[in-house]
C-alpha cells in the first residue's frame, strides 16, 4: 500500500501484483513511480497515482534489490541472487 503520512496517515492506494515476498522498492525522484521486486522473479514499476502497475519484467531467478537512476526515470538497476 501507498500511504500519506501527513496530516494523518491514511492508504492512498494499494498495489497487488507479486505473487511472493516483495524484497525491495524504490520511489522514482519525482515520486511518480515505485518500482518492486520479488523472490517471485519478478521486477514491477508502478504509477503512485492510481497503483497502476506500467512494466513488469520477468527474469530467471529472484530479485534481491532495485533502485531508480537518481537523474533518469527512465533507467533502472536491479540486483539477483545470482
Known amino acids: 500500500s501507498i ?4 496530516p494523518e496517515p491514511r ?5 497487488q501484483g507479486h505473487t511472493q515476498c516483495v524484497t525491495d522498492l524504490s520511489f522514482s ?6 518500482m518492486s521486486c520479488s523472490v517471485d522473479h519478478t521486477l514491477q514499476v508502478w ?8 512494466r513488469s519484467i520477468k527474469y ?5 534489490s532495485c533502485t531508480f537512476h ?3 526515470n527512465n533507467l533502472l ?3 539477483t541472487i545470482n
Open 60 to 64: 530467471t531467478t529472484e530479485f534481491v
Open 47 to 54: 504509477r503512485v497515482s492510481d497503483g497502476e502497475s506500467i
Open 29 to 34: 525522484s519525482s515520486n511518480e513511480l515505485l
Open 70 to 72: 537518481p537523474f533518469n
Open 3 to 6: 500511504c500519506y503520512a501527513l
Open 11 to 15: 492508504v492512498h492506494v494499494r498495489i
Open 77 to 79: 538497476f536491479a540486483g
